[in-house]
């Protein structure tokens, strides 16, 4: 599993989402990865009734933001 930045930890706190969350939500994604900003990679995944979106490093082992989709 990756790791979290300061700033995923944070938006995680602000959100109230858990790294099991995020956990469940990369072990049931939506779709195919998008690009993100400055290289990094987006995946979309399940999470109990929401969906979640997750930003992580273009070497995918760090997770920079998380944020449940419609609240972009």
């Known amino acids: 599993m990756p ?3 300061a700033h995923a930890r944070k938006r995680m706190k602000e959100r109230k ?3 099991d969350e995020v956990t469940t ?3 049931r994604q939506s779709g195919p990865p998008a690009p ?3 290289g990094n990679i987006v995946r ?3 999470c109990g009734s929401r969906i979640l979106k997750i930003v992580l490093s273009a070497d995918e082992q760090t997770v920079i ?3 449940p ?3 972009e």
């Open 3 to 5: 790791s979290y930045s």
């Open 17 to 19: 989402i858990t790294e």
């Open 25 to 27: 939500a990369l072990n």
């Open 36 to 38: 993100g900003d400055n």
């Open 44 to 46: 979309f995944g399940h």
């Open 65 to 67: 933001s998380v944020m």
């Open 69 to 71: 989709v419609g609240e």
